[in-house]
């Protein structure tokens, strides 16, 4: 059986998983990423787009700016829209601050070349994946790879394994308490070969339900749509997908532009928070620890700013220096509170919430109507505006 040794064993090869190898790697700590698919599957997701300025400087200091750099588009602007109208939030008028559109999977790409030329040692297709002793002095993570048992015996494990891996699991229940939140709706998520046809991503409230238009380079955008959780993307051909966008994205003077759809996803709707992202020797990162509605286009950069000050802690602890290391769980928990709480905001701000046994019709529709008054509220007030930007740009605190 190989066995292997590291500081920091990471398991999952996801943009926190591949971003905090590389960050460690930065300061002289050595790591070793387990993921259980392929480097194709990893790269194939199609999933965030939204970079806030903090995480685009985050990945610029790790050497990771240039494609993002020459292909990303840097916005300064979203558009709400809603009853037919349509209001410019200008966050570079306003706080001058900016985001940066670059797909996820481009990031991801950009991570593991950056990992390949580093030589790093990253395990692919690694099967039944396990933690142990992550209470005692010698945490280990064994896996199997090339039909052999591999354990390594690290300082710490990182669980970068997204929402439904090991890591969470392997904190005993009674340490750990789960706030848990399900939409009644689901996104359909297209990728289509279209240039965009704005200059910042639109957020729709429409009679139909929410739409969305981000553009994510000069070639491709993303567009979403609110559908029922039980629908099946089978039932969404191209036609009725951009004819459902047309409708919702209508307003006067704007043409959406159409084009080939790449591929079409549907994701259920959901928050999640674990109240510790800590335990023993073992620290969660990203979606591991925390999922956000993707309304607010956060859940990416969380775990960019997961990473920030979990790799400060363990560079620190290495140095000889425990405190920041300590203060990780309650650090990232504080900001992860602050996104959910934007990310709720825009997701009950946006979408049709359904009429069920426990919201009646009349109920339903005078949420409705409340939102198209809050939509318009936001259109005429900057300083409403100003504290969209400020959270949709990424907090300075
Ligand atoms: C439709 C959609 C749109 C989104 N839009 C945005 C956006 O605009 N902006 C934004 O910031 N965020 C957005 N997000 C959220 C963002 O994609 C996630 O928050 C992000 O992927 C989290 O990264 P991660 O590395 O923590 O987890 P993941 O990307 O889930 O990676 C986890 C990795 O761990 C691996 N793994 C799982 N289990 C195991 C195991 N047992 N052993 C080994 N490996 C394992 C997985 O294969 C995966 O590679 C969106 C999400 C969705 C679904």
Known sequence: MPNLR???????????????????????VDSIIVEHSSADQVLGRVRAGVLEQSSAETLTRLGLGERMTAEGIR????????????????????????????????????????????????????????????????????????????????????????????????????EITLFDRAYPFAWLGVVAEVPPSTEGSIYALHDDGFA????????????????????????FSDARIWQELQLRLSTPGFTLVEGPILSKVITPMRALVASRLGYGHLFLIGDAGHVLPPTGAKG?????????????????????????????????????????QFAQWMTELLHRTPSSSILT????????????????YIGRSVHAQSSLAEQYTGLPF
């Open 75 to 174: 916005s300064d602007r979203i558009f709400l829209q809603a009853a037919g109208r349509r209001h410019h939030i200008d966050f570079g008028a306003l706080i001058d601050r900016r985001v940066t559109l670059y797909g996820q999977q481009e990031i991801e790409r950009d991570l593991l070349a950056a990992h390949e030329r580093a030589g790093s040692a990253i395990y692919f297709d690694a099967e039944a994946v396990a933690v142990h002793d992550i209470e005692g002095g010698q945490p280990r993570v064994s896996f199997e790879h090339d039909g052999a048992t591999h354990e390594i015996t690290a300082d710490f494990i990182v669980g970068a394994d997204g929402i439904d891996g090991v890591c969470r699991r392997s904190i005993p229940r009674q």
């Open 300 to 340: 990416l950069n969380a775990a960019i700013g997961d990473v920030a000050i979990l790799s400060a802690g363990l560079v620190a602890h290495f140095g000889g220096s425990d405190i920041r290391l300590a203060g990780y769980s309650d650090e990232a928990l504080r900001r992860q509170w602050l996104m959910q």
């Open 361 to 376: 019709a009349p109920a339903a529709d005078f949420n409705y109507q409340s939102q198209l008054a809050r939509i318009d």
């Open 212 to 235: 969305m238009l981000a553009p994510q380079s000069a070639h491709v955008s993303r567009l979403y749509l609110q559908v029922d959780p039980h629908e099946l993307v089978a039932n």
């Open 6 to 28: 590291t500081q920091v064993a990471i398991i999952g090869a996801g943009p926190a998983g591949l971003l905090l190898g590389l960050s460690l790697r930065a300061s002289g």
